[in-house]
Nanobody
Framework: QVQLVESGGGLVQAGGSLTLSCAAS????????MGWYRQAPGKQRELVAD???????NYADSVKGRFTISRDNAKNAVFLQMNSLKPDDTAVYYC??????????????WGQGTQVTVSS
């Protein structure tokens, strides 16, 4: 069984930065897309950003220009650099991986989530 372990969440003031990290417990041979979802209280889970094995990225409109996703294929890891954070970014952030080129089509594994809280 593959586990995705997230780290890097926390409390930050508006305008601040955080970096989320996610690493798989073992190599996932079939993985293509890796990325991050988030879910705020009372809202649906939404895709924040994903990245293909080849490095093609996709971002939600609400985070374009502020967030940067990257991955290390050798370490089965994905990262999310979050700058210029806003209170609306407050949510539980989940790491996910999938065998298709985008997580919108399929998610095979999920992390347990890490809380990000942005104070105004």
């Amino acid at each position: 069984q593959v586990q995705l372990v997230e780290s890097g969440g926390g409390l930050v003031q508006a305008g601040g930065s955080l970096t989320l990290s996610c690493a798989a417990s073992r190599t996932i041979v079939s993985v293509n897309a890796m990325g991050w979802y988030r879910q705020a209280p009372g809202k649906q889970r939404e895709l924040v950003a994903d990245i293909t094995r080849g490095g093609i990225t996709n971002y939600a409109d609400s985070v374009k220009g502020r967030f940067t996703i990257s991955r290390d294929n050798a370490k089965n890891a994905v990262f999310l650099q979050m700058n210029s954070l806003k209170p609306d970014d407050t949510a539980v952030y989940y790491c996910a991986v999938g065998s298709f080129r985008t997580l919108r089509l399929r998610q095979d594994y999920w992390g347990q989530g890490t809380q990000v809280t942005v104070s105004s």
